[in-house]
């Protein structure tokens, strides 16, 4: 609810990479010629939107143990460096604003995303 209350209308954003710069959750990048670097996430954003992903993310990793970002970073997270659990946290968040941003414009189903949806 937090959430929808700080996106307020999912649809004003047209791709992933806009509802993704929104979260403040896109790589910054130092770019010449055939050189790219990337580097750490941006924070450009709305940081209460940030706030809220990546605290849904720790509770996904509980209680959502099936979907696919947090199955991909598993190893990590199982992992004893906080440094690196903190990165899967926001790639993992990166993937999760992008989903729900498809959910919510009917993109995408929940069954889908391997989401399990209480009380919808």
Do not use: H
Not at 54 to 82: A, D, S
Not at 92 to 114: F, K, M, P, S, Y
Request: net charge positive; with cysteine; glycine share 6%.
């Amino acid at each position: 609810m937090q959430l929808q209350s700080e996106v307020l209308d999912w649809s004003l954003y047209t791709n992933r990479r806009k509802i993704a710069c929104l979260a403040g959750m896109v790589p910054s990048e130092w770019s010449t010629g055939d050189k790219e670097r990337r580097g750490s996430i941006t924070k450009v954003g709305v940081p209460a939107i940030r706030r809220i992903i990546v605290e849904m993310v720790w509770r996904m990793i509980l209680f959502q143990p099936q979907y696919k970002p947090v199955q991909k970073w598993q190893k990590v997270l199982q992992g004893t460096n906080p440094a690196l659990k903190k990165k899967a946290v926001v790639a993992i968040g990166r993937q999760l604003i992008v989903d729900l941003w498809r959910l919510q414009t009917g993109r995408v189903t929940a069954q889908e995303l391997n989401l399990v949806m209480v009380g919808a």
